[in-house]
């Protein structure tokens, strides 16, 4: 096993321009139905509970296809071909980008929203009863939903990254890390005298979109090793998740994170849009 140091979502510094870009960019309307209308379509699937979550087509293929003609115009950047001490040997081309308005627009326009905040702690769709829920059930949901997610949930990390994978480029086994970051939040949440102040975040939850699969692609999986689970010739339980177009990944990162990499592009380009879950520290 990798030692548990090797990271792989630590962002470039601050003067790698290249990867991060500051300005603006014009992302592709997404053109969905109403979040609600869309969350109602939308399933989280636990594929390992509070682990691993997947939410099928949660962009229709054809806005795969127009962001990925998108994407391809962007300046991607190789990564190098050396790491740094105790970093996972990644090869593959990437763009990095802080971008508040669009990962608000995932957020919210997706129904992402109201699929992470209308479940039960395994994940399952909370279902309200006709009358009104008492104090004491809401206080037992949202400590269920904190379990599940890690704390109380206010959106995406901003940061969104890009990630191109050719043919005979990987992401060697890894950790995610989780990553600390400062928002403008509302001080009491849904309250019309609440104000708007700098608050402290962290990061719980990789997201992961794919927006090509085979039979554009071959390889690509993206495969977890879960040393709780079934014992493999490796000593792990090993999850495989193969690309399946528009589909979005969630998986725990940070002192929970399960070793994972993701594997070879053997043909094709696979297409990948990165953001993260975050909650109030």
Aim: glycine share 8%; with cysteine; hydrophobic share 35%.
């Amino acid at each position: 096993m990798p030692p548990k140091n090797k990271k792989g979502s630590q962002p470039p510094s601050s003067g790698s321009t290249a990867l991060r870009a500051q300005a603006r960019i014009s992302w592709p309307q997404l053109g969905l139905p109403s979040s609600s209308n869309r969350a109602s379509h939308l399933t989280l699937e636990p594929l390992l509970p509070s682990q691993i979550y997947l939410i099928r087509s949660f962009f229709p293929q054809s806005l795969c296809n127009t962001y990925t003609r998108f994407l391809s115009m962007l300046p991607l950047v190789t990564t190098p071909s050396k790491t740094k001490r105790g970093e996972a040997v990644r090869v593959n081309d990437r763009f990095q980008i802080e971008d508040a308005s669009f990962a608000k627009e995932l957020w919210i326009s997706t129904g992402l929203a109201e699929v992470i905040l209308g479940l039960e702690a395994e994940g399952e769709i909370y279902q309200l009863e006709d009358q009104k829920p008492t104090d004491e059930q809401k206080a037992q949901r949202k400590a269920e939903l904190q379990q599940l997610w890690g704390g109380e949930v206010v959106g995406l990390n901003p940061n969104i990254r890009i990630y191109r994978y050719g043919k005979g480029q990987f992401f060697d086994k890894h950790y995610d890390d989780s990553n600390v970051l400062h928002l403008p939040l509302p001080t009491i949440p849904g309250s019309p005298q609440s104000t708007i102040k700098l608050t402290k975040c962290h990061t719980t939850y990789t997201l992961l979109l794919y927006l090509t699969a085979p039979p554009e692609v071959i390889g690509g999986e993206t495969v977890f090793y879960n040393p709780l689970g079934r014992k493999s010739g490796s000593g792990h339980e090993v999850i495989r998740v193969g690309l399946e177009k528009g589909m979005a990944l969630l998986h725990k990162h940070g002192k929970d994170c399960l070793l994972h990499e993701g594997a070879m592009v053997t043909e094709g380009e696979k297409w990948v849009l990165r953001t993260d879950l975050v909650v109030r520290s």
